[in-house]
């Protein structure tokens, strides 16, 4: 049976020219029409590798001999002198210099190269190592194969993409072209790496929890909805793995963490993301005291292993300093300071007048205490934490599944981390007494007949769990992308997802 791929035309049609296809890419596809007729095939099988870049710059610096290495990777660059041409190739490890001299590669393979090779192809070579007269690392070519044809050019050589979207939208063509992307994203599996052995080495036990929930919880959110066909029912993408997770306490697994993807259904700025990453955490029989601290640890070793044991990072204009103990702040403190009143003011006030003098506004379902509170400190407080610092004692309106302070029921036992006027860390002593947390879920509920679209729904189902009896448990949530950012330093958290969400943009 003849082989329909091997002999596909590769001419360009006039719907392709209509759609934005360049002249470039009809030059590619004759040429490989061209090399097809010339028996090579533009997309052969693998030819194994015994070395790359970095391993090939290593070993020359320690041997400084000459050794005979097989590699692979995408040409970036290409440059004639004659009978001889230089190529830049990139492989997973970095970049290294090819040399192809006619009379080594003989002149049909020279003729080949020359004419039917391009920026962006990925080759094959085969050569040994040797230093320039400019005491560059270079791999002299003795044969090549084309192993895969790129139809397309890269973007321009020294400026990479420039447009942010088309960075975000076409990521390989960033990754191709932009070794600082490439160090970004390298940096952010280390982060989460890091992040996963603090867990591991404090006995947690990674665990993976629904992506699909019959009922969203576990944060205030929208969240997306979706339809399972066999079981005629809707299904909401999780905004928190929480509920689940302290199930699993439950049911006995008293250290339980999870690494992985969150969905909500909100607006996209330099800082959300509708679909993002974070690490939750729950340990039974301590509380939120422990709990900061050990988040307070997974940081420092994160900035530790990025930052090569440098612990005062830039971070846009400021210079963030994880070496110091992170500042400890009730919210309560955080207030009477930002309005020049007294803690005690603050707490036995109706902090109506207050939030008038702010501009502060809140719905008919916020007029309490609680929420004038919180307003406040969202306000006036939360735009100027640039430090590392964890506010402590929220009110208990805004944290429905957090355990109440025993010396203050109108707060709860709760933290949250700031660096950079961001929120990083979520924590607290969870509620267990499953009729204050039914009272709180039909609260929750009431909000959303009002009109709150982030208010939690009322989850029987947990309440029963509840009543099986939860220890004593502390859990807290770090957002992984945002944590990246920070140690990054880079000011969008688009930069930081290999693929954020974008509208999809149809060809007309």
């Known amino acids: 049976m003849a082989d329909h791929h091997q002999k596909q035309d590769y001419s360009v049609s006039n719907e392709q020219h209509r759609n934005g296809y360049s002249e470039e890419y009809a030059v590619r596809c004759a040429k490989v029409n061209k090399l097809r007729i010339s028996g090579i095939d533009p997309w052969p099988a693998n030819i194994p590798l015994n070395s790359n870049a970095l391993q090939i710059a290593q070993e020359f610096a320690q041997q400084a001999g000459i050794k005979h290495y097989d590699i692979g990777g995408r040409l970036l660059s290409i440059r004639e002198h004659g009978k001889s041409i230089f190529a830049t190739m990139l492989d997973r490890t970095g970049t290294i210099q090819l040399y192809f001299k006619e009379d080594k590669i003989g002149i049909d393979h020279f003729t080949i190269f020359k004419n039917m090779i391009d920026i962006g192809d990925i080759i094959w070579v085969s050569g040994t190592s040797f230093l320039t007269k400019k005491g560059e690392l270079t791999i002299d070519v003795q044969t090549f194969h084309l192993l895969s044809k790129c139809l397309h050019p890269l973007p321009e050589k020294f400026h990479g993409l420039v447009d942010v979207e088309l960075k975000q939208r076409y990521r390989y063509l960033d990754l191709m072209t932009s070794k600082e992307s490439r160090n970004r994203f390298v940096m952010r599996s280390q982060i989460v790496q890091t992040v996963r052995e ?57 250290r339980v963490f999870e690494i992985n993807r969150c969905f909500r259904n909100e607006g996209i700025s330099t800082r959300h993301n509708p679909e993002f990453t974070s690490v939750e955490y729950y340990i039974a029989y301590h509380d939120y005291i422990f709990m900061m601290d050990l988040t307070e640890s997974i940081i420092k070793a994160a900035v530790e292993k990025i930052h090569n044991g440098t612990m005062s990072i830039s971070y846009q204009s400021y210079i963030i300093d994880f070496a110091k103990p992170f500042a400890r702040v009730s919210m309560l403190d955080a207030v009477a300071q930002a309005v020049g009143k007294t803690v005690e003011f603050i707490e036995y006030d109706s902090l109506q007048e207050l939030c008038k003098q702010h501009d502060i506004y809140l719905t008919s379902e916020q007029q309490s205490w609680g929420f004038r509170l919180y307003g406040l400190f969202e306000k006036l407080v939360e735009p100027h934490l640039i430090q590392p610092t964890f506010i402590t004692h929220f009110p208990v309106e805004v944290s429905p599944l957090a355990k109440r302070n025993p010396l203050n029921h109108k707060l709860v036992d709760r933290f949250e981390l700031f660096i950079a006027h961001m929120e990083l860390s979520n924590g607290f002593t969870e509620l267990n007494d499953p009729a204050d947390q039914a009272e709180r879920f039909s609260q929750q509920a009431k909000q959303r007949v009002g009109g ?24 807290a949530g770090i957002g992984i992308d945002r944590l990246v950012m920070v140690l990054t330093n880079t000011p969008s958290i688009r930069d930081i997802i290999l693929f954020p969400t974008h509208k999809h943009v149809l060809k007309q």
Do not use: W
């Open 198 to 254: 603090q867990l591991l080495k404090n006995d947690f036990l990674e665990v993976e929890t629904p992506m699909l929930h019959s009922i969203p919880g576990g944060a205030a959110a929208k969240p997306f909805k979706t339809h399972h066909n066999a079981l005629s029912m809707d299904l909401f993408l999780r905004i928190a793995p929480e509920l689940f997770l302290k199930r699993l306490v439950i049911g006995g697994f008293e």
């Open 452 to 475: 709150d679209e982030e208010a939690h729904y009322y989850d029987e189902e947990f309440v029963l769990a509840l009543e099986h009896a939860m220890p004593p448990t502390v859990g």
